[in-house]
């Protein structure tokens, strides 16, 4: 605070100050135009989850306007209600069991062994995205039918020639196991994706030190590089859990013809196939599917808690590679294995399937034609409207959610409010709600008066948004901290006004982000069926709708075609996306800053 | 704020002329800036900062990682909201908190490099640097004179070739000329360098600080310059902040600041230093005595205004002190042993010792000295700077700086 002026100061400056304008001390600006659509933009965003979430609640407790707990009593009522719940709790706890171990020796062989497959790490996480869960789902049932079944009939051939004959099986696809592993596949993403991060980020020094006290690799292994990355597995895990009691097609599709039956598919039931629906006994079971999902939040939170996990320093470094030795080849075989497993295989069924125009373990391979895949898909009206409709809805809603999600990370990133963080918190908040009570609460409330939008296109595209509302905003908030602090404060600094700095500086450099965010929303609602199954009907048909309705009518050709459609739909867009970020790339936006 | 704008819109022309055509291009006064961290406690990153910058001075700011440097620059700037005090530029008022006033950055008419450059990855360099033309308000370029502007400015941070490239295809070294032409382009009277040279290699460094310097004392614009580096500071500027915490323990030429070190602080931060610690034994008009257990001390150093009775330390530079053979005939002076001569080139530096008392010598003469050899150590009085003891105590944690050692008693 010395002030030794050197030259002389002039004395009080003439008056060329700017007028004291509205603003308060401390400089806070009022509201700009620009903060204030994105503010009414967020607030909707949250509205349209939490209203319908409320309503769920409320209707457990208010019905006809009155105070009651018969929807507790009579959920309490049903017959198999413990049966529902054991089996659902087997379904998804086993599924994400497995999902568990898979996905962290693929995460720990990607990121951390010599056995390693660059392409393999990227491709894994996407694998879900191209064959979109009902599509698996139809696509294995094409595959492990006891009868009709592409691999059991394949096999059955095979052990002929040793002179063992079989008249079905040995598999079956509508079984615990069966439903097990489908649900298994798309739950393994979801750890494999977090594991991978957690191991990254890890300190491979620790490792080091731990081989230097005279551990070996194994005991490394589970010792110190497991309990460093438990965080990351305890996220995985609660998304898995999240993912397997929202699921409804996979269990439908599957689980439905064994026998076994789980919540999401019962609420379903109750909300569509019963006259009348029963909507107080969905609403009851939705309620179990909060608790569960909560207690899973619960869970996840006192895992972190507990430890320290402070030994993330950001800086892993590559060179710390674990040789397998004579390992290295069979386990990337193995990998290799579960990939073509788990989507390639069913993809190919599905295909084989759709080209045969029917399904029968004799194909035809020179009668292979798109004829049936013609008929089944443009020459149907309903099939075309609903293709038409679910492209709308994934084009519009995709753009839509990215765009408003853009809007509010960026106002989140820029203003560190607690109204703020509160506005990033609800825009995430589906997330640990589950999808079908969403669903189940949108349905309540605008199916019926004043709103009265049952069987429109409105009621799925505020569903579909209201669904995949976090995964935009997860998406968009990368985007963002993508750009850094620096870049957009130089473009103040040069003198561009709030907006020019939003359209030249920010939007450029988020486009690539805002791209792939696009296309994840696009996919999540064209191959959606959860919100599809409850919103959708005759009137409003959507890709996931009519695939529902053609497994009841039981047109397995049909089924197969349609979701050849849906994957193909799917894996054009993927493409076109990686495409075009690898063009982008050139830009090298890693200049990250700040 | 119409007002804001019709000022802005000469801002362009060179410094507003004030009342006697000496308005300061940065005032600051009685500045405050309070974080609050993760954890919920207060840091005060500017406590009470009160400077002035000249037109065409050449101000670094200097001090260790986490004093408050990059937030005093940004608050300048109108990226960071101070909580309170004063900021005026080129004799606008940009921030007071009594009056309400805080422009936004885009405002304010000035320019800025940043740690990491900061440049635009979607752009090309000539983007890039048309970027302040094209965005300033109220500057209505012609697309000829934009391009007359941006190769201008490419030519005098010697890249005229590279217009086309983007920044991801260019070394460090090109990404920092950009910037710097990014700042020259719009002819701000006052630019800001946060530590731009610091990712850089040293031979780089080095010859950007030169063309720096010519660069600024040709086109005459004020620079604001941060830096944790004393050498780069010792060389660029005409006047030296040293900020210490939050405050601004000295600002003056860096002759001042080498010479007549303001606070123990300053002293240790910039260069190396001996020091002694003693109580005053006798003050007169032209020097001061200090009883110290090595002996006594004599300063003609009085400005510090110490009283007989109380505490002090004796400071002085290395290169001041004489190391002899025979006993000189100063004041000033100790039989010591030589622990060790170290040959540099410019100078040979020796460390010797008296008792506990360490301290460093620096001849420019090399003589080979045998290690554990007897000799006499002197400073003439008029060398040795005298500061008060309580000053300063617990000073920074001197990084980066050698010889900084105090080799007290
Ligand atoms: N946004 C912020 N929130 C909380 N504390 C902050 C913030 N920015 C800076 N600080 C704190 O203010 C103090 C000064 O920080 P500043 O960045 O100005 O230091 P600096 O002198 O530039 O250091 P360096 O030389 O390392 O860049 C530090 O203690 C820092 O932790
Ligand atoms: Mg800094």
Redesign the pocket.
């Given at each position: 605070m010395t002030a030794t002026q050197t030259p002389p100061t002039a004395p009080a400056a003439p008056s060329l100050d700017p007028k004291p304008s509205s603003k308060k001390p401390g400089g806070i600006r009022r509201i700009g135009l620009f903060d204030g659509v994105t503010i009414a933009i967020g607030l909707a965003l949250v509205a349209i989850v939490v209203i319908p979430l409320l309503r769920v609640l409320i209707g457990l407790f208010w019905v006809d306007g009155q105070f009651t707990i018969d929807p507790i009593v009579r959920t309490f009522a049903i017959p198999d209600l413990g049966e529902l719940l054991i089996n659902t709790l087997i379904v998804v706890g086993g599924s994400s069991l497995a999902a568990a171990v898979i996905g962290v020796l693929l995460a720990w062989l990607n990121e951390r062994t010599n056995a390693r497959m660059g392409v393999v790490g990227d491709a894994l996480p996407l694998l879900p995205f191209l064959l979109p869960p009902v599509a698996g789902a139809v696509g294995w049932t094409m595959l492990l039918s006891p009868r009709a079944g592409l691999l059991n009939s394949w096999f059955r051939d095979f052990v002929s020639l040793f002179g063992i004959e079989l008249e079905t099986g040995p598999f079956d696809i509508n079984s615990w196991y069966g439903l097990i592993m489908v649900f298994t596949f798309y739950a393994v993403p979801f750890v494999y994706m977090n594991a991978a991060a957690s191991l990254r980020n890890f300190d491979t020094s620790l490792e080091e030190a731990s081989r230097l006290s005279g551990a070996g690799a194994i005991r490394t292994l589970v010792k110190v590089t497991l309990p460093a990355i438990a965080p990351g597995i305890g996220a995985g895990l609660l998304l898995c859990i999240w993912f397997g009691f929202g699921m409804f097609s996979i269990p439908s599709i599957i689980g439905t013809p064994a026998g076994i039956d789980v919540i999401s598919v019962r609420i379903v039931q109750l909300l569509t196939f019963t006259y009348p629906p029963e909507t107080d006994i969905a609403v009851g079971l939705s309620g179990f599917v909060v608790l569960f999902v909560g207690l899973a939040y619960m869970m996840q939170a006192r895992i972190l808690r507990k430890g320290r996990f402070a030994t993330m320093t950001g800086k892993g470094s590559r060179s710390a590679v674990t040789d397998l030795g004579a390992w290295k080849w069979p386990l990337r075989i193995l990998m290799l294995v579960y990939v073509a497993g788990s989507t390639l295989l069913p993809m190919f069924a599905l295909v084989i399937v759709s080209l045969n125009g029917y399904w029968t373990p004799n194909i035809g391979w020179d009668s292979l034609s798109l004829d049936a895949l013609r008929i089944a898909v443009l020459d149907d009206f309903i099939t075309r409207q609903a293709l038409a409709n679910s492209l709308g809805l994934g084009l519009a809603g995709g753009l839509i959610g990215i765009v408003a999600a853009a809007l509010v990370s960026l106002y989140v990133a820029r203003n560190r409010t607690a109204f703020a963080r509160g506005l990033d918190v609800g825009i995430k908040m589906p997330a640990a709600i589950s999808n079908m009570v969403i669903a189940v609460g949108i349905l309540l409330l605008l199916a019926s008066p004043p709103f009265n939008l049952s069987g429109t296109l409105i009621i799925l595209l505020i569903g579909y948004l209201a669904l995949y509302l976090p995964q935009a905003s997860i998406a968009a908030d990368a985007a963002v901290s993508g750009v850094g602090k620096e870049l957009p404060e130089a473009s103040s600094v040069s003198g561009a006004s709030p907006s020019r700095t939003f359209f030249r500086i920010y939007l450029p450099l988020m486009v690539p982000g805002l791209v792939a965010g696009w296309a994840l929303l696009f996919i999540r609602m064209v191959g959606d069926l959860t919100a599809s199954a409850i919103l959708a009907g005759t009137g409003n048909p959507v890709v996931g709708f009519r695939i529902l309705e053609v497994f009841n009518g039981g047109s397995y050709a049909l089924l197969a075609a349609l979701s050849t459609v849906l994957v193909l739909i799917t894996a054009t867009v993927l493409v076109l996306v990686m495409v075009y970020a690898r063009r982008k790339s050139r830009f090298g936006i890693t200049t990250k800053v700040g | 704020m119409p007002s804001t704008t019709a000022v802005h819109d000469d801002t362009t022309s060179r410094a507003v002329p004030g009342a006697d055509g000496a308005t300061p291009s940065v005032r600051v006064e009685g500045l405050r800036k309070r974080?609050?961290?993760e954890d919920g406690s207060e840091?005060l990153?500017i406590n009470d900062v009160t400077f002035d910058v000249a037109p065409g001075e050449f101000i670094v700011l200097l001090?260790?990682?986490?004093?408050?440097?990059?937030?005093?620059l940004r608050t300048i700037a109108g990226l960071e909201t101070p909580d309170e005090g004063v900021i005026e530029i080129g004799g606008r008022t940009a921030f007071a908190s009594q009056r309400g006033i805080a422009q936004p950055p885009e405002r304010r008419g000035i320019s800025m490099i940043f740690q990491s450059y900061a440049l635009w990855p979607h752009m090309t360099v000539f983007k890039n640097i048309a970027y302040p033309l094209t965005s300033r308000k109220g500057l209505r370029l012609s697309r000829a004179d934009i391009e007359t502007r941006v190769r201008t400015a490419l030519a005098q941070v010697g890249i005229p070739e590279l217009e086309g490239q983007y920044p991801s295809q260019m070394s460090g070294g090109q990404q920092q000329r950009v910037a710097l032409a990014r700042a020259l382009v719009s002819n701000d009277d006052l630019i800001l360098f946060d530590?731009p040279l610091s990712n850089v290699d040293a031979k780089v460094r080095e010859q950007l600080r030169l063309e720096l310097v010519s660069m600024q004392r040709k086109l005459g614009f004020s620079a604001l310059f941060?830096t944790?580096d004393q050498t780069e500071a010792m060389e660029l500027a005409t006047r030296i902040a040293v900020?210490d915490s939050g405050r601004i323990a000295q600002f003056g030429t860096p002759q001042e600041i080498y010479s007549a070190p303001a606070t123990r602080y300053v002293a240790r931060f910039i260069g190396a230093i001996n020091e002694i610690e003693g109580v005053v034994s006798a003050v007169e008009s032209d020097h001061v005595v200090l009883d110290t257990p090595h002996g006594r001390v004599v300063s003609r150093d009085t400005s510090a205004g110490l009283l007989v009775g109380e505490g002090a330390v004796a400071l002085w530079r290395p290169e001041r002190g004489h190391l002899d053979t025979e006993e000189p005939n100063t004041v000033n002076r100790w039989r010591v042993t030589v622990d060790a001569a170290m040959f540099v080139g410019s100078h040979t530096e020796y460390l010797v010792r008296s008792g506990d008392m360490s301290a460093r010598l620096w001849s420019p003469r090399f003589e080979d000295v045998a290690s554990g050899s007897s000799s006499w150590a002197s400073v003439s009085p008029a060398d040795v700077r005298v500061l008060p003891i309580t000053d300063g105590e617990g000073g920074p944690a001197v990084t980066g700086s050698i010889g900084t050692t105090g080799y007290s008693a």
């Amino acid at each position: 605070m010395t002030a030794t002026q050197t030259p002389p100061t002039a004395p009080a400056a003439p008056s060329l100050d700017p007028k004291p304008s509205s603003k308060k001390p401390g400089g806070i600006r009022r509201i700009g135009l620009f903060d204030g659509v994105t503010i009414a933009i967020g607030l909707a965003l949250v509205a349209i989850v939490v209203i319908p979430l409320l309503r769920v609640l409320i209707g457990l407790f208010w019905v006809d306007g009155q105070f009651t707990i018969d929807p507790i009593v009579r959920t309490f009522a049903i017959p198999d209600l413990g049966e529902l719940l054991i089996n659902t709790l087997i379904v998804v706890g086993g599924s994400s069991l497995a999902a568990a171990v898979i996905g962290v020796l693929l995460a720990w062989l990607n990121e951390r062994t010599n056995a390693r497959m660059g392409v393999v790490g990227d491709a894994l996480p996407l694998l879900p995205f191209l064959l979109p869960p009902v599509a698996g789902a139809v696509g294995w049932t094409m595959l492990l039918s006891p009868r009709a079944g592409l691999l059991n009939s394949w096999f059955r051939d095979f052990v002929s020639l040793f002179g063992i004959e079989l008249e079905t099986g040995p598999f079956d696809i509508n079984s615990w196991y069966g439903l097990i592993m489908v649900f298994t596949f798309y739950a393994v993403p979801f750890v494999y994706m977090n594991a991978a991060a957690s191991l990254r980020n890890f300190d491979t020094s620790l490792e080091e030190a731990s081989r230097l006290s005279g551990a070996g690799a194994i005991r490394t292994l589970v010792k110190v590089t497991l309990p460093a990355i438990a965080p990351g597995i305890g996220a995985g895990l609660l998304l898995c859990i999240w993912f397997g009691f929202g699921m409804f097609s996979i269990p439908s599709i599957i689980g439905t013809p064994a026998g076994i039956d789980v919540i999401s598919v019962r609420i379903v039931q109750l909300l569509t196939f019963t006259y009348p629906p029963e909507t107080d006994i969905a609403v009851g079971l939705s309620g179990f599917v909060v608790l569960f999902v909560g207690l899973a939040y619960m869970m996840q939170a006192r895992i972190l808690r507990k430890g320290r996990f402070a030994t993330m320093t950001g800086k892993g470094s590559r060179s710390a590679v674990t040789d397998l030795g004579a390992w290295k080849w069979p386990l990337r075989i193995l990998m290799l294995v579960y990939v073509a497993g788990s989507t390639l295989l069913p993809m190919f069924a599905l295909v084989i399937v759709s080209l045969n125009g029917y399904w029968t373990p004799n194909i035809g391979w020179d009668s292979l034609s798109l004829d049936a895949l013609r008929i089944a898909v443009l020459d149907d009206f309903i099939t075309r409207q609903a293709l038409a409709n679910s492209l709308g809805l994934g084009l519009a809603g995709g753009l839509i959610g990215i765009v408003a999600a853009a809007l509010v990370s960026l106002y989140v990133a820029r203003n560190r409010t607690a109204f703020a963080r509160g506005l990033d918190v609800g825009i995430k908040m589906p997330a640990a709600i589950s999808n079908m009570v969403i669903a189940v609460g949108i349905l309540l409330l605008l199916a019926s008066p004043p709103f009265n939008l049952s069987g429109t296109l409105i009621i799925l595209l505020i569903g579909y948004l209201a669904l995949y509302l976090p995964q935009a905003s997860i998406a968009a908030d990368a985007a963002v901290s993508g750009v850094g602090k620096e870049l957009p404060e130089a473009s103040s600094v040069s003198g561009a006004s709030p907006s020019r700095t939003f359209f030249r500086i920010y939007l450029p450099l988020m486009v690539p982000g805002l791209v792939a965010g696009w296309a994840l929303l696009f996919i999540r609602m064209v191959g959606d069926l959860t919100a599809s199954a409850i919103l959708a009907g005759t009137g409003n048909p959507v890709v996931g709708f009519r695939i529902l309705e053609v497994f009841n009518g039981g047109s397995y050709a049909l089924l197969a075609a349609l979701s050849t459609v849906l994957v193909l739909i799917t894996a054009t867009v993927l493409v076109l996306v990686m495409v075009y970020a690898r063009r982008k790339s050139r830009f090298g936006i890693t200049t990250k800053v700040g | 704020m119409p007002s804001t704008t019709a000022v802005h819109d000469d801002t362009t022309s060179r410094a507003v002329p004030g009342a006697d055509g000496a308005t300061p291009s940065v005032r600051v006064e009685g500045l405050r800036k309070r974080f609050r961290r993760e954890d919920g406690s207060e840091v005060l990153a500017i406590n009470d900062v009160t400077f002035d910058v000249a037109p065409g001075e050449f101000i670094v700011l200097l001090g260790p990682s986490g004093c408050g440097k990059t937030t005093l620059l940004r608050t300048i700037a109108g990226l960071e909201t101070p909580d309170e005090g004063v900021i005026e530029i080129g004799g606008r008022t940009a921030f007071a908190s009594q009056r309400g006033i805080a422009q936004p950055p885009e405002r304010r008419g000035i320019s800025m490099i940043f740690q990491s450059y900061a440049l635009w990855p979607h752009m090309t360099v000539f983007k890039n640097i048309a970027y302040p033309l094209t965005s300033r308000k109220g500057l209505r370029l012609s697309r000829a004179d934009i391009e007359t502007r941006v190769r201008t400015a490419l030519a005098q941070v010697g890249i005229p070739e590279l217009e086309g490239q983007y920044p991801s295809q260019m070394s460090g070294g090109q990404q920092q000329r950009v910037a710097l032409a990014r700042a020259l382009v719009s002819n701000d009277d006052l630019i800001l360098f946060d530590e731009p040279l610091s990712n850089v290699d040293a031979k780089v460094r080095e010859q950007l600080r030169l063309e720096l310097v010519s660069m600024q004392r040709k086109l005459g614009f004020s620079a604001l310059f941060v830096t944790h580096d004393q050498t780069e500071a010792m060389e660029l500027a005409t006047r030296i902040a040293v900020v210490d915490s939050g405050r601004i323990a000295q600002f003056g030429t860096p002759q001042e600041i080498y010479s007549a070190p303001a606070t123990r602080y300053v002293a240790r931060f910039i260069g190396a230093i001996n020091e002694i610690e003693g109580v005053v034994s006798a003050v007169e008009s032209d020097h001061v005595v200090l009883d110290t257990p090595h002996g006594r001390v004599v300063s003609r150093d009085t400005s510090a205004g110490l009283l007989v009775g109380e505490g002090a330390v004796a400071l002085w530079r290395p290169e001041r002190g004489h190391l002899d053979t025979e006993e000189p005939n100063t004041v000033n002076r100790w039989r010591v042993t030589v622990d060790a001569a170290m040959f540099v080139g410019s100078h040979t530096e020796y460390l010797v010792r008296s008792g506990d008392m360490s301290a460093r010598l620096w001849s420019p003469r090399f003589e080979d000295v045998a290690s554990g050899s007897s000799s006499w150590a002197s400073v003439s009085p008029a060398d040795v700077r005298v500061l008060p003891i309580t000053d300063g105590e617990g000073g920074p944690a001197v990084t980066g700086s050698i010889g900084t050692t105090g080799y007290s008693a």
